[in-house]
């Protein structure tokens, strides 16, 4: 991975649109190996009569910092380890870098089971002015409905008359999740588009896979449907894409 975290890890499919702004993409921020525990501190508390050591995280002072802990967090929900991004995610919030964590933050409350304040952060990506973040939000919505057993189809606003994604492929993930589309559909919407980079293409499958695996787990209930949806798509997963981590744990769990 680059210095910087590449916009593929926010659903974005051109190779020129990035996950930090221009002004901030040209600072050397350090490599991604940094440990994030060198943004904490430790503190005195009492326990027992004997003060004990413990950590808590503090803002650190510098904008190459602040971006060096954001890449450790994305770098930490990558590699499967949800807890250590979520302090950083939570340190970070109300700093410049509000709006570049938003979409991972929100991700991270999936990864780690907190459902509530997941469905509370994609609500408001929905209101967001990129258009991405609105349509990639509104994937993660419906697939909440589904794994919290709502029906996304029984609210007025999940018909699909009321979901225009703008990219053909989440149209399709959204279709299929509002009883209106297919597993196929999806992988054709995704074979039909043009993309610039084979890790475009592998996002945009990794994409599908998840959301059309874990549609089959939770709404349709086919245990084997989805473990070969998976097995079959393995090999071409991006590994830098947010939905990689959550097919490596269903995968494992069938």
């Given at each position: ?9 926010q ?50 002072q ?13 770098a930490?929900?990558?590699?499967g ?17 509000d ?13 780690l ?19 991405r973040?609105?349509?990639?939000a509104?994937l ?51 074979k ?15 994409e599908?896979?998840?959301f ?26 991006n ?16």
């Open positions: 991975m680059t210095k910087f975290i590449s916009r593929i890890t659903r974005g499919y051109s190779s020129t649109r990035t996950f930090l702004p221009g002004v901030i993409r040209i600072l050397l921020i350090g490599s991604l190996s940094l440990m994030a525990a060198s943004y904490f501190v430790e503190v005195a508390q009492a326990s027992s009569g004997n003060k004990k050591p413990t950590q808590v995280s503090a803002t650190p510098t904008q190459e910092n602040r971006i060096a802990m954001f890449n450790q967090a994305v930490n929900d990558l590699a380890r949800p807890t250590a991004a979520r302090r950083a995610y939570d340190t970070l919030k109300g700093t410049e870098l709006s570049q964590i938003a979409v991972p933050s929100a991700v991270n409350f999936v990864a089971g907190r459902f509530a304040e997941a469905s509370k952060a994609f609500d408001a990506l929905t209101l967001s002015p990129n258009v973040d609105r349509d990639y509104r993660w919505q419906l697939w909440l409905n589904a794994r919290t057993g709502q029906k996304a189809h029984g609210n007025k606003k999940d018909t699909v008359g009321a979901i225009s994604l703008a990219q053909p492929n989440e149209q399709a993930i959204a279709n299929l999740y509002t009883g209106k589309g297919s597993v196929e559909a999806v992988f054709s919407a995704v039909a588009m043009s993309f610039t980079t084979e890790l475009e293409r592998s996002d945009a499958l990794t599908a896979t998840f059309t695996g874990t549609w089959l787990l939770y709404v349709k209930h086919d245990n084997a449907a989805a473990k070969n949806l998976f097995d079959q798509n393995r090999s071409q997963l590994n830098v894409s947010l939905e990689t981590p959550f097919i490596t744990k269903e995968m494992a769990a069938l």
